[in-house]
């Protein structure tokens, strides 16, 4: 069964740091090129970050360029954001996705990740 789940949401002021992670399981994170997104309460769903296929090709929405790394540990099959220099506005149900096997690098659209996970909560306090 393909599935991953999301840990280490949580509640922190802001200017803190917080590292969430993304375990996978029935994929391989190494063999797949991975994101994640987020989604406040009446908003849509919007790209974070993605980190390519081969682990060496990051992309950062705006927003978090600069605050936010995005990482993977092959051996853990895990993924990671860390995220540094919280604001309010990074408020947000957190999720990863996978992208099919066949595709090499992240994209800002939800649609083309097709393995999703349950989402984690980060609230960050003003």
């Known amino acids: 069964q393909v599935q991953l789940v999301e840990s280490g949401g949580g509640l922190v002021q802001a200017g803190g740091s917080l590292r969430v992670s993304c375990a996978a399981s029935g994929l391989t994170v190494s063999s797949r090129t991975m994101g994640w997104f987020r989604q406040a309460p009446g908003k849509e769903r919007e790209f974070v970050s993605g980190?390519?296929?081969?682990?060496?090709?990051?992309s950062y929405a705006d927003s978090v360029k600069g605050r936010f790394t995005i990482s993977r540990d092959n051996a853990k099959n895990t993924m990671y954001l860390q995220m540094n220099s919280l604001k309010h506005e990074d408020t947000a149900v957190y999720y990863c996705?996978?992208?099919?096997?066949?595709?090499?690098?992240?994209?800002?659209?939800?649609?083309?990740?097709?393995?999703w996970g349950q989402g984690t909560q980060v609230t960050v306090s003003s």
């Open positions: 996705a996978a992208r099919p096997t066949l595709f090499n690098l992240p994209t800002s659209e939800p649609s083309h990740y097709t393995v």
């Open positions: 980190i390519s296929k081969s682990g060496t090709i990051p």
